[in-house]
C-alpha cells in the first residue's frame, strides 16, 4: 500500500477512534506502522507534580508499563523539558538527551534496554502550563534510531491526533481513560464549534462562545459562523464545502490562519461525513467540527521559562529540577539515575549559563525567578 494510501486510512481511523475508544489501540498500531516504530502510547505528564497515566497503548510490556509508573517515571530523562516543548511540534529522545548520554542513565539500563527501546518520537497534542498530553512512537533495536524519514511522516500524522483527540473531548466519551484526558485538556482554551451546511452553527463549546461574545478571531453571523479577513473565511468556506460534500482531501487541509489583533489563530475543520463521525454529525445536523486554537501559550512556569532564558539543556533543565526537590551532588545522582561525574558536568554547565556559583544560588533564583541583570 501506498504512503498516501496508508495516510488516508489512518486518518479515517482516527476520527472514529475518538468517537469509540476501543479503536484506539488499532489507531497507535496503525500510527507505529505508518512512521516506523514498534510501540506507541498516548499519554499525559504533569511536569510540576511528576505525576503521569497511560490512556491507550500498543504493544506496550503491561509489566514494565507498571514498572514505569510506580519507579522509573521520576527517571526520564526527557521530563520534564519534553512537556515545555510547544503543542504539535515533534521531538526526539534524542534530541532533548543525547544518545550517549542515555545509555548512561539507570532509565536506559533498567527500562528501555531489557525491552530493547532505543528511541522515540513525540508531540505534545495539547499543554497546559505544566502539563500536556503525549504522542509517542517507540523505536525498538529492529527499527533503528528514528530518522529524518521518521520524523517527516510522524509529523504528518499529529495535527489529525490533535483533533481527534478534541473531538473526543467535545463527545465525552464516558470512559475511564477518557475522563483521565479530558481532566488534562480541561486546561487548555480550544474553541469547538459544530457547523451545518453553510457555516450553520448548530453547537459552541464555552470557550467558544466566550469567543463568539468578545469579537475574537471568529463571530457569528446571522446563525453562521464567519471570520472577518476575506481570505480566511474563504479558505474557511472552501474547507465546509468540501467537508459536506464528503470529498475525503478535507480531512487533510492545514490549519486555517486567523487574523486578529489580539494574536495569531488557527482554525482546523475537521469533516463529519464518514464512518462513525457521521452518525455523530447527524445527531447535531453538523457536517464539520471547526477548532479554534491561540498558537501563543500563557505565560510559562517558572522552571520553563528559566529554561528558555538561558538556553538550557533537557538534561540541565532535570538538574535545576533535582536541585529544588535534595542538595548535595551524590543526592542528585541518585535522584536522577545518572553517575556523579555526569551530575558535576551539568551542574558546572548550569552555574555558568545562569551566573550562579552554588545550588543554594539556584534554588533562590528558581524561586524568585530573577534572571540576575540578564536581558
Not at 98 to 109: A, G, H, L
Not at 356 to 368: C, D, F, M, P
Request: hydrophobic residues 45%; aromatic residues 8%; charged residues 20%.
Amino acid at each position: 500500500m501506498s504512503e498516501a494510501a496508508l495516510l488516508s486510512e489512518l486518518i479515517g481511523l482516527l476520527y472514529d477512534a475518538a468517537l469509540d475508544p476501543t479503536l484506539w489501540p488499532r489507531a497507535l498500531e496503525q500510527a507505529c506502522l505508518f512512521v516506523g516504530g514498534s510501540s506507541g502510547s498516548l499519554f499525559w505528564h504533569d511536569a510540576a507534580t511528576e505525576q503521569s497515566a497511560a490512556l491507550h497503548m500498543f504493544n506496550e510490556d503491561p509489566h514494565y508499563t507498571r514498572l514505569y509508573f510506580d519507579k522509573y517515571l521520576p527517571l526520564n530523562p526527557c521530563f520534564p523539558a519534553g512537556a515545555f516543548i510547544e503543542a504539535g511540534v515533534v521531538w526526539g529522545s534524542t534530541d532533548l538527551i543525547p544518545f550517549e548520554e542515555i545509555v548512561e542513565t539507570r532509565f536506559y539500563t533498567e527500562w528501555m534496554k531489557p525491552q530493547g527501546i532505543i528511541d522515540a518520537l513525540g508531540a505534545n497534542l495539547e499543554k497546559g502550563a505544566t502539563s500536556a498530553s503525549v504522542l509517542a512512537v517507540r523505536m525498538h533495536e529492529q527499527d533503528g534510531l528514528a530518522d529524518a524519514d521518521d520524523r517527516r511522516r510522524f509529523a504528518l500524522i499529529v495535527p489529525h491526533f490533535q483533533r481527534a483527540v478534541s473531538i473526543g473531548r467535545l463527545f465525552d466519551q464516558s470512559k475511564a481513560a477518557q475522563a483521565v484526558l479530558t481532566e488534562t485538556l480541561d486546561n487548555v482554551s480550544a474553541a469547538v464549534f459544530l457547523v451545518g451546511p453553510n457555516a450553520r452553527l448548530v453547537f459552541t463549546n464555552a470557550p467558544g462562545r466566550a469567543m463568539l461574545g468578545e469579537a475574537g478571531p471568529l463571530t457569528e453571523r446571522n446563525g453562521t459562523l464567519v471570520t472577518a479577513a476575506p481570505d480566511a473565511q474563504r479558505a474557511l468556506r472552501e474547507a465546509l464545502v468540501a467537508a459536506e460534500n464528503g470529498n475525503a482531501a478535507a480531512d487533510s487541509r492545514g490549519p486555517i490562519p486567523l487574523a486578529n489583533p489580539r494574536g495569531r489563530w488557527f482554525a482546523s475543520v475537521l469533516p463529519l461525513t464518514s464512518g462513525d463521525r457521521q452518525r455523530t454529525g447527524a445527531l447535531h445536523s453538523a457536517i464539520a467540527a471547526v477548532f479554534v486554537r491561540k498558537t501563543s501559550p500563557a505565560s510559562p512556569p517558572p522552571l520553563e521559562a528559566l529554561a528558555k532564558l538561558y538556553k538550557l539543556t533537557a538534561s540541565e533543565i532535570r538538574v535545576i529540577d533535582a536541585v529544588m526537590k535534595v542538595s548535595g551532588v551524590k543526592a542528585l545522582a541518585e535522584l536522577l539515575g545518572l553517575t556523579q561525574a555526569t551530575v558535576k558536568t551539568h551542574l558546572h554547565n548550569v552555574f555558568r549559563k545562569t551566573g550562579t556559583a552554588r545550588q543554594s544560588e539556584l534554588v533562590k533564583l528558581i524561586a524568585g525567578f530573577e534572571p540576575l541583570g540578564r536581558e
